[in-house]
């Protein structure tokens, strides 16, 4: 399997932008955690999250065929390359998430991104003391980050049985573990 040093050597070797680094992971984060909560592998969850966006800085017009080329070309394994490009299902490309962790992929990505927004406005610029029903607010604001796609969310917290609150809380939960390496862990 992939490490996680290769992992996020061919992260920054297709996105140099600090954004789109510091998004991958925070996703990886976030999949680490749940992985732990749910008795999974956390280094191969992690993998998948770090590497979920791998094409999008270069390739934004072919977002996840792109991955899959590129993972191929790498001689990485099936099962991270179906898991990378089944978080663009329906967005970007007809690939289902099939697997727990695929599903939880789907229903955290775009939340790390709302959790993210919502760090970025509070005075204090952190994460550490963050409450979900924070971001239950920021999530029923439209306005708020609208580029977050709340229904991909939803979507994916029915398929993997959870609740929005859960989900977000283990999110934040994550989120939290790498805070300064994410730069949200602020002043709190």
């Known amino acids: 399997m992939l490490s996680r040093e290769e992992a996020y050597a061919l992260l920054t070797k297709y996105n140099e932008s600090p954004s789109l680094v510091t998004h991958a992971m925070s996703v990886e984060a976030v999949m680490r955690y749940f992985a732990k909560q749910l008795g999974e592998d956390p280094e191969f969850w992690g993998v998948v999250g770090l590497l979920h966006d791998l094409d999008y800085e270069k390739y934004p017009d072919q977002h996840c065929h792109k991955s899959k080329e590129i993972l191929e070309e790498e001689g990485v394994e099936e099962a991270i390359i179906h898991a990378v490009i089944s978080h663009g299902w329906n967005i970007c490309i007809d690939v289902a998430p099939v697997h727990l962790m695929e599903k939880v992929l789907y229903a955290t990505d775009e939340l790390t991104g709302l959790i993210t927004a919502a760090v970025y406005m509070r005075p204090n610029k952190s994460i550490m003391d963050?409450?979900?029903?924070?971001?239950?607010?920021?999530?029923?604001s439209k306005s708020f980050a609208a580029g977050v796609d709340r229904d991909i969310i939803l979507k994916g917290c029915e398929m993997i049985d959870m609740d929005l609150d859960q989900v977000i809380a283990w999110s934040i939960e994550g989120m939290r573990e790498v805070a300064g390496e994410i730069g949200l862990k602020g002043t709190a």
């Open 130 to 140: 963050l409450e979900v029903k924070s971001i239950k607010k920021k999530f029923k």
